[in-house]
């Protein structure tokens, strides 16, 4: 059986027991393939190793371990979070409430004068249309009654609608 790569990181690190240190070196001795995986990680720890890193992070374990032994349970962990007084949210609540019933009839009100508008808008838009749409069938039905060409037909059609336009915009001035 051969070494884990795992087990030939820790035992690079020496990070393993001394018992289990002899049993791998041994394996080292006898196998060619486990002694290659080791001159690799060997090589590899000797690259890292000629890597620059930032020696700030140097004791950067001690020091959270300190910042977590010194935390007290009953310390809050908040800081600059002010706390509101029960005062000041009931104040606020009351002023909400009070705000509420003045405004609430006149949103009301508001709300009725938007769909009232809204609604008349539709209405005389509708009439206007099947108004415009009678008038135009009338005309056509004359047109074929009277059998004209096609451009005399269309002719009559855009000063009908003129006329139309013109008559309806002056009985709303009135």
């Not at 795992?6 to 070196?25: A, Q, W």
């Not at 606020?92 to 508001?110: A, G, T, Y």
Request: with cysteine; hydrophobic share 45%; glycine share 4%.
């Amino acid at each position: 059986m051969h070494v884990k790569e795992k087990d030939i990181s820790l035992f690079l690190d020496n990070s393993v027991s001394p018992r289990k240190r002899k049993m791998i070196e041994e394996h080292f001795a006898v196998c060619p393939k486990c002694k290659e995986k080791l001159t690799r990680w060997q090589s590899f720890y000797s690259s890292l190793e000629l890597l620059e890193y930032d020696f700030e992070l140097d004791g950067l374990e001690d020091r959270v371990m300190r910042k977590i032994k010194s935390h007290q349970p009953n310390q809050p962990v908040y800081k600059g979070i002010y706390r509101i007084p029960v005062t000041a949210v009931l104040f606020v609540s009351f002023i909400v409430f009070v705000l509420n019933l003045i405004f609430e009839p006149v949103f009301n009100r508001l709300g009725d004068f938007c769909r009232n508008t809204m609604t008349l808008m539709l209405d005389e838009g509708l009439e206007l249309i099947n108004t415009a749409k009678w008038e135009a069938v009338d005309i056509i039905e004359m047109l074929k009654s009277l059998e004209m060409t096609g451009l005399a037909a269309c002719i009559i059609l855009i000063a009908g609608g003129v006329y139309f336009t013109a008559n309806r915009k002056s009985v709303r001035k009135a």
